[in-house]
Protein backbone atom coordinates (compact mmCIF):
# COMPACT_ATOMS: atom_id res chain seq x y z
CA UNK A 1 0.00 0.00 0.00
CA UNK A 2 1.58 3.57 -1.11
CA UNK A 3 1.77 6.08 1.25
CA UNK A 4 -1.08 8.49 -0.74
CA UNK A 5 -3.26 5.57 0.03
CA UNK A 6 -2.57 5.10 3.90
CA UNK A 7 -3.31 8.59 4.33
CA UNK A 8 -6.36 8.68 2.31
CA UNK A 9 -7.51 5.58 4.66
CA UNK A 10 -6.08 8.42 8.08
CA UNK A 11 -8.07 11.07 6.02
CA UNK A 12 -11.00 9.15 6.48
CA UNK A 13 -10.80 8.04 10.12
CA UNK A 14 -10.37 11.52 11.21
CA UNK A 15 -13.37 12.57 9.24
CA UNK A 16 -15.70 10.65 11.25
CA UNK A 17 -14.86 13.55 14.33
CA UNK A 18 -15.67 16.28 11.83
CA UNK A 19 -18.98 15.08 10.41
CA UNK A 20 -20.25 13.67 13.37
CA UNK A 21 -19.38 16.37 15.94
CA UNK A 22 -21.06 19.34 13.57
CA UNK A 23 -24.27 16.81 13.48
CA UNK A 24 -23.68 16.47 9.60
CA UNK A 25 -25.52 13.14 9.58
CA UNK A 26 -26.35 13.77 6.02
CA UNK A 27 -22.17 13.19 5.37
CA UNK A 28 -22.01 9.60 7.25
CA UNK A 29 -21.37 8.54 3.89
CA UNK A 30 -18.11 10.47 2.94
CA UNK A 31 -17.07 8.16 5.85
CA UNK A 32 -18.86 4.87 5.79
CA UNK A 33 -20.12 2.90 3.06
CA UNK A 34 -23.45 2.54 2.95
CA UNK A 35 -24.25 -1.08 3.84
CA UNK A 36 -21.75 -0.22 7.19
CA UNK A 37 -22.02 -2.33 10.24
CA UNK A 38 -21.09 -0.45 13.24
CA UNK A 39 -20.82 -2.52 16.68
CA UNK A 40 -21.13 -1.13 19.70
CA UNK A 41 -22.41 -3.44 21.80
CA UNK A 42 -19.22 -3.68 24.10
CA UNK A 43 -20.72 -0.46 25.59
CA UNK A 44 -24.10 -1.45 25.76
CA UNK A 45 -25.53 0.26 22.90
CA UNK A 46 -26.58 -2.10 19.29
CA UNK A 47 -24.86 -3.08 16.07
CA UNK A 48 -26.45 -0.77 13.60
CA UNK A 49 -26.24 -1.57 9.56
CA UNK A 50 -26.39 0.89 7.54
CA UNK A 51 -25.23 5.26 7.08
CA UNK A 52 -29.65 5.54 8.24
CA UNK A 53 -29.35 3.31 11.11
CA UNK A 54 -26.25 5.29 12.67
CA UNK A 55 -28.03 8.54 11.88
CA UNK A 56 -31.26 7.55 13.28
CA UNK A 57 -29.06 5.83 16.22
CA UNK A 58 -27.37 9.12 16.74
CA UNK A 59 -30.73 11.03 16.42
CA UNK A 60 -32.21 8.77 19.43
CA UNK A 61 -29.18 9.19 21.55
CA UNK A 62 -29.88 12.77 21.05
CA UNK A 63 -27.58 14.81 23.78
CA UNK A 64 -26.26 11.73 25.21
CA UNK A 65 -24.03 11.74 22.29
CA UNK A 66 -20.38 13.16 22.97
CA UNK A 67 -19.82 16.24 21.87
CA UNK A 68 -15.94 15.80 20.55
CA UNK A 69 -14.41 12.33 18.76
CA UNK A 70 -10.27 12.17 18.34
CA UNK A 71 -9.15 9.94 16.04
CA UNK A 72 -5.34 8.53 17.23
CA UNK A 73 -2.95 5.98 16.57
CA UNK A 74 -4.08 4.39 13.39
CA UNK A 75 -2.21 1.03 12.23
CA UNK A 76 -3.04 -0.24 9.29
CA UNK A 77 -2.54 -3.97 9.71
CA UNK A 78 -3.21 -5.48 6.74
CA UNK A 79 -3.97 -4.32 2.91
CA UNK A 80 -4.62 -5.08 -0.19
CA UNK A 81 -6.16 -2.61 -3.42
CA UNK A 82 -9.92 -3.06 -1.96
CA UNK A 83 -9.79 -3.24 1.54
CA UNK A 84 -7.55 -2.65 5.15
CA UNK A 85 -8.18 -3.68 8.31
CA UNK A 86 -6.84 -0.94 10.47
CA UNK A 87 -7.08 -0.06 14.14
CA UNK A 88 -6.89 3.10 15.93
CA UNK A 89 -7.29 4.80 19.37
CA UNK A 90 -10.27 7.33 19.94
CA UNK A 91 -10.97 10.07 22.40
CA UNK A 92 -14.82 10.97 23.61
CA UNK A 93 -15.56 14.14 25.33
CA UNK A 94 -18.61 13.85 27.04
CA UNK A 95 -21.47 16.29 28.10
CA UNK A 96 -20.06 15.98 31.17
CA UNK A 97 -16.22 16.69 30.48
CA UNK A 98 -15.46 13.16 31.15
CA UNK A 99 -12.99 11.95 28.54
CA UNK A 100 -13.47 8.42 27.36
CA UNK A 101 -11.11 6.13 25.64
CA UNK A 102 -11.68 3.65 23.04
CA UNK A 103 -10.28 1.12 20.22
CA UNK A 104 -11.66 1.10 16.73
CA UNK A 105 -10.86 -1.96 14.86
CA UNK A 106 -12.24 -1.21 10.87
CA UNK A 107 -12.70 -2.52 7.67
CA UNK A 108 -12.24 -0.20 5.42
CA UNK A 109 -13.00 -0.71 2.13
CA UNK A 110 -12.15 1.37 -1.22
CA UNK A 111 -15.24 2.75 -2.94
CA UNK A 112 -15.61 4.70 -6.46
CA UNK A 113 -15.72 8.22 -3.79
CA UNK A 114 -12.69 6.98 -1.74
CA UNK A 115 -12.19 4.81 1.11
CA UNK A 116 -15.78 4.24 3.35
CA UNK A 117 -15.35 2.47 6.39
CA UNK A 118 -17.45 -0.70 6.13
CA UNK A 119 -17.05 -2.22 9.18
CA UNK A 120 -16.22 -0.76 12.68
CA UNK A 121 -16.29 -2.37 16.23
CA UNK A 122 -16.01 -0.03 18.95
CA UNK A 123 -13.95 -1.35 22.23
CA UNK A 124 -14.16 0.64 25.86
CA UNK A 125 -10.09 0.90 27.36
CA UNK A 126 -11.41 -0.17 30.72
CA UNK A 127 -7.72 -1.07 32.30
CA UNK A 128 -4.82 -0.54 32.05
CA UNK A 129 -2.25 -2.71 29.66
CA UNK A 130 -5.63 -4.00 28.63
CA UNK A 131 -6.57 -5.51 32.10
CA UNK A 132 -3.34 -7.65 32.36
CA UNK A 133 -2.59 -6.61 35.68
CA UNK A 134 -5.69 -7.30 36.98
CA UNK A 135 -6.71 -10.31 35.46
CA UNK A 136 -6.50 -12.89 38.38
CA UNK A 137 -9.14 -10.35 40.37
CA UNK A 138 -11.45 -10.63 37.80
CA UNK A 139 -10.66 -7.84 35.46
CA UNK A 140 -11.30 -7.56 31.88
CA UNK A 141 -8.92 -9.73 29.19
CA UNK A 142 -7.74 -7.63 26.44
CA UNK A 143 -10.25 -7.84 23.55
CA UNK A 144 -9.14 -10.04 21.07
CA UNK A 145 -8.89 -8.46 17.40
CA UNK A 146 -12.27 -9.21 15.93
CA UNK A 147 -11.86 -11.04 12.57
CA UNK A 148 -13.00 -9.55 9.28
Do not use: C
Request: zero cysteines.
Amino acid sequence: MSTHERDQIVETLARYGHVVDRGDLDRLDTVFTLDVRYDMSAVGLPVMIGVQALADGAMRLGPQNPVAHHTTDVVVLEADEDEAVVESKGFMLTVEGAVRSVSHHDVLRRTAAGWRIASRTLVPQTASLGGRLGAAAGAEEAPARPDR
